[in-house]
Each structure stands twice: as structure tokens, then as C-alpha cells.
């Protein structure tokens, strides 16, 4: 990720209302690599908080995943849109709409990252579809090995 793409995560991050829990995991563990209270982390800006979390280099997976999720959720819909109709995949604002929506295919999906990577800043489109490879290997196995997951080889 860039440093950008950082602080944007982590910027959506304690800005989402439902990852109260998260939240808190984050709290305990900036105050542990900054010595600070965790009293006095809760009452930090927003922004003071994303670009503490932002700095922390090895983030626990859960809070790395959870930072992600809500960023992609709150900046990059449009891309999420435009990637699963190029797949002819069933959505609203770029969420699946059926939970039982096959895996799709190995040419489909290499045509759908082509589009992707026309339309949209190629350090975008590599997070979002690696995104989508670690958090469900199976559904998007096919993404495996493409060129738009590192940006830099195209």
C-alpha cells in the first residue's frame, strides 16, 4: 500500500461505526508502540488516530483486513462496481447481491482486471484485487498470477 492508501484505510477505519471492537484492539495497541494512555489515544482527532495506525508497520491481520474492508467501502465503490458488471456479477454499489454467486471464470476474470486497469489508477486497482485474493482465495483463485496485481510489472 502507499502511504496514501495507509492513512485512507486507516482514515475509514475509525471512521466506520460498526468496528467498535477493531476499534479498540487499534486503541490498545497504538498506546502500546507510542506509550501513550489509551485514555489518551480514544480522545485523539481522527486524524491524529488514522496516521498513528497508518504508522504501525505489522499490523495484526484482523485489523489490517477490517481497515481495508471499510475503505474499499467508503472510497472505492465505483471501482467495486465496474469490476463485478465487466463480470456480470449482481451487485448493489458494488457489494454481491447473491450469497451463492459461483467463483467466476479464469478469462472472464482476466478481461474484468483489463477493464479495471483502463478505467482506474493501477495502485487501486493491485490493493482492491489482492484484497479480494486474501480475503476469499477460493471465490477469486483466479486472480492468481495477474498483471494487475503488482502494478509495477505492467
Keep these: 500500500m502507499t502511504a496514501a492508501q495507509r492513512l485512507a484505510a486507516a482514515q475509514a477505519f475509525w471512521l466506520e461505526e460498526s468496528a467498535t ?32 495506525l497508518a504508522s504501525i508497520v505489522n499490523l495484526p491481520e484482523t485489523l489490517a483486513a477490517r481497515a481495508l474492508i471499510v475503505y474499499h467501502l467508503a472510497e472505492q465503490r465505483p471501482m467495486m462496481a465496474a469490476f463485478l458488471d465487466a463480470l456480470g456479477i449482481a451487485h448493489e454499489d458494488g457489494l454481491i447481491s447473491a450469497d451463492d454467486t459461483p467463483p467466476p471464470s479464469a478469462a472472464a476474470t482476466a478481461a474484468a482486471c483489463k477493464i479495471l486497469a483502463e478505467k482506474f489508477p493501477a495502485d487501486r486497482v ?29
Excluded at 484492539?25 to 498513528?52: G, N
Excluded at 482465495?137 to 505492467?154: E, V
Aim: aromatic letters at 4%.
Design 21 to 52: 471492537d477493531d476499534q479498540i484492539q487499534a486503541v490498545m495497541l497504538i498506546a502500546q508502540q507510542k506509550k501513550f494512555r489509551p485514555k489518551s489515544v480514544i480522545a485523539l482527532a481522527v486524524d491524529r488516530k488514522a496516521k498513528h
Design 126 to 154: 493491485a490493493l482492491y484485487l489482492n484484497t479480494l485474493l486474501t480475503q476469499d482465495p477460493d471465490t477469486w483463485a483466479a486472480l492468481d498470477g495477474l498483471p494487475q496485481l503488482a502494478p509495477d510489472l505492467l
